[in-house]
Every structure is written in structure tokens, then in C-alpha cells.
């Protein structure tokens, strides 16, 4: 049947149109403990793409109900079960790792940007679509986790991708190390920062579509 309002699509849609690359309510209530809000709920209630941008993305992008957790949270919400996430200690005290915001759906690629490695930020940053946009560290990390937790498939097993992250370096006192996740392969989830300025042939960009 098709979707005759051009914004939404219904969450139970979605479900069927995304396949295993899906991260929703119930999945976020089970492997991260979420205890959604009435307010959260009606944030969800439906999925702000259409269904022609699902059919689109549904084998290269994830869509994933992002509930208020941060980094840290998730860290601590998966560590007792199974070691994901590489022993670093670094970022406790960053504001990107303690970031929470509000609860809602990000449709993200499963791949870096095509064509971005090797590339600084300003020349990855060129290669974004008009409806991409680079998410932050923290919609990286819950979707890279969900979806391990949920298929097992380890995404960004050997490329780090750039986030909109930027970290202060205090002790060069220079700004312009943007925030990097990736490298979970058969180790654990890194996270990690890099100049802008620098490129390395296995550092992409990440990617989110813009909402409809």
C-alpha cells in the first residue's frame, strides 16, 4: 500500500521496509534498558522519512530509534555483559562522551561517505550529499552497538569515520581534533581524535540523511 502521507512512515512500515538493518523501541528496551518516556513515545511515533527514502537507504543505511543515552551510558549499559567497547579512559571527562539530547530516529550509512578516505575534513565534508549530514560521535556509537547487539554485524570494521565531534586538546591548546569512531573488528569499538587537517587512507566521514 503506499504511503500516502509524504513526511511519515509508521514504525511497523519502516520495520518491514529496513529488514535487519533496523534498531527500534522494542530494541533499544532490550539491549540498552531503556524506560521510555510518554514523551519519548510520541517523539517516535512515527519515522520522519518517507517510504521511497527507506527503500532508498535500506541496504545501506541503519535507522535507529536514538533514545537519550550517552557514550558512557552505553559504555556502562553493555560492559557487564560483553567487552565492546576498547579500554580507554581518555574521553570520561569530554563533553561529546556525556552528551544525552532528545529522543529520535537518524537513518545512518553503514559505510563511511564512498570516496572519503584519504581526505581531509573540509574535502570529506565536499563529498556529503544536500540530504547527508555528519552525525555525532554519540549517534555512531549507539548505532554501531545496537546493531551488533541486535545481528551481530560489526560495522566499521577496519575504517574509522569522522563525527561532528570536536575535542579541545588541552595539552597543545589547539582545537580542530574532530572525535573518530571505528576499527571494530576483532577488537573492540574504538574511539579515538584526529586533525582535521590530516588524512589517512583508512579514516572516512560519516553520514546521516536529513530528514524529510
Known amino acids: 500500500m503506499e504511503n ?22 522494542a530494541e533499544a528496551i532490550r539491549h540498552f534498558g531503556v524506560n521510555p518516556s510518554r514523551q519519548q513515545l510520541a517523539a517516535l511515533a512515527e519515522v520522519p522519512f518517507t ?10 543505511h541503519v535507522l535507529a530509534a536514538v533514545f537519550p543515552l550517552s557514550i558512557l551510558e552505553i559504555r556502562g549499559k553493555v560492559l557487564g555483559n560483553q567487552r565492546l567497547f576498547y579500554n580507554q579512559d581518555w574521553y570520561n571527562r569530554e563533553s561529546f562522551a556525556k552528551d544525552r539530547r532528545e529522543a529520535e530516529w537518524r537513518l545512518v550509512r553503514k559505510t563511511s561517505v564512498p570516496n572519503s578516505t584519504g581526505n581531509t575534513w573540509n574535502e570529506q565534508r565536499a563529498l556529503l550529499a544536500k540530504n547527508e549530514e555528519t552525525p555525532t560521535a554519540r ?7 545496537g546493531h551488533f547487539l541486535v545481528t ?6 577496519h575504517i574509522y569515520v569522522r563525527c561532528s565531534d570536536i575535542v579541545r586538546c588541552s595539552d597543545v591548546g589547539l582545537s580542530g581534533y574532530r ?3 571505528g576499527d571494530f573488528g576483532s577488537d573492540d569499538l574504538v574511539i579515538y581524535d584526529y586533525w582535521d587537517d ?15
Open 4 to 25: 500516502t502521507n509524504h513526511t511519515l512512515t509508521s514504525q511497523k512500515r519502516a520495520q518491514e521496509i529496513m529488514g535487519h538493518n533496523y534498531f527500534g523501541v
Open 51 to 60: 517510504e521511497a527514502t527507506l527503500e532508498e537507504c535500506k541496504n545501506t
Open 139 to 145: 549517534v555512531m556509537v549507539y548505532t554501531i552497538i
Open 152 to 157: 551481530g554485524e560489526r560495522l566499521f570494521e
Open 179 to 181: 572525535v573518530l569512531v
Open 198 to 212: 590530516n588524512c589517512r587512507d583508512n579514516i572516512g566521514v560519516a553520514s546521516t540523511r536529513k530528514f524529510d
